[in-house]
């Protein structure tokens, strides 16, 4: 059973415009959530975290929103940058209880057209 | 340069043979991971290990198996009971719950 989800399997955009991510997930004991970014044939960087006690967390271009009575976080990226293009993962853990472990979503596929 | 460094990056198997896949960070990290991405898939997790000689299942253990001799390396063996086993692998680790995740360059592990 996915405990997260990523309804939008690919999303494009204009450079200099928005771009916005969406990440629904079930499990209420999840506290500290991810991003990652990633390229073909490589492994996920890390892009941007928060955690349940926040509801926005904010990094250059990057700023992640989590709406905790609804299940629901979001990536927002601004500009869009052509750089951006990759496919993104949303990840939730719920600590120590499960060791430390990450549940992914399915990945939404950004591209960011010139 | 620390990080994590997968090998092969693309590896093929024939039926009914066990392979393994190489994973080795130099982080100093405690906990590592074993992931598995297929096309339309989330990163699902194999197998992790917390801590050397100890590792718990993940959600799709069977068919595969790890061992944790050195806090340095975590091996994935890719055995021939695993009945789909071409996927792309990941392996990751993690030095502290609120650091999250560095993960290796994957392997593409195909049957042939």
């Known amino acids: 059973d996915q405990q997260v989800k990523q309804n939008s399997p690919s999303l494009s955009v204009q450079e200099g415009r928005i771009s916005i991510l969406n990440c629904d997930y079930t499990?209420?004991?999840?506290?500290?959530f991810l991003w990652y970014k990633k390229y073909p044939a490589e492994g996920p960087t890390f892009l941007i975290s928060?955690?349940?006690?926040?509801d926005k967390n904010e990094d250059g271009r990057f700023t992640v929103f989590l709406n905790k009575s609804a299940k629901h976080l979001s990536l927002h990226i601004v500009p869009s940058q052509p750089g951006d293009s990759a496919v993104y993962f949303c990840?939730?853990?719920?600590?120590?209880?499960?060791?430390?472990?990450?549940?992914f979503g399915t990945g939404t596929s950004l591209t960011v057209i010139p | 340069d620390g990080g994590i460094t997968q090998s092969p990056k693309y590896l093929f198997r024939k039926e009914g043979q066990n392979v393994t896949l190489s994973c080795e960070q130099n982080?100093?990290?405690?906990?590592m991971y074993w992931y598995r991405q297929d096309p339309g898939q989330g990163l699902r997790l194999i197998y992790y290990?917390?801590?050397?000689?100890?590792?718990q299942k993940g959600d799709i253990a069977e068919g595969y198996s790890v061992s944790r001799e050195k806090k340095e390396s975590f091996p994935l063996t890719v055995t021939s009971a695993q009945k789909n086993p071409t996927a792309f692998y990941l392996c990751?680790?993690?030095?502290?719950?609120?650091?999250?995740?560095?993960f290796g360059s994957g392997t593409r592990l195909t049957v042939v």
């Open positions: 990751a680790s993690t030095g502290g719950y609120f650091i999250g995740y560095t």
């Open positions: 499990n209420s004991m999840f506290d500290y």
């Open positions: 928060i955690s349940s006690i926040k």
């Open positions: 990840a939730a853990s719920a600590g120590g209880n499960t060791g430390n472990q990450f549940y």
């Open positions: 982080l100093n990290h405690d906990a």
């Open positions: 290990s917390q801590i050397v000689n100890d590792f």
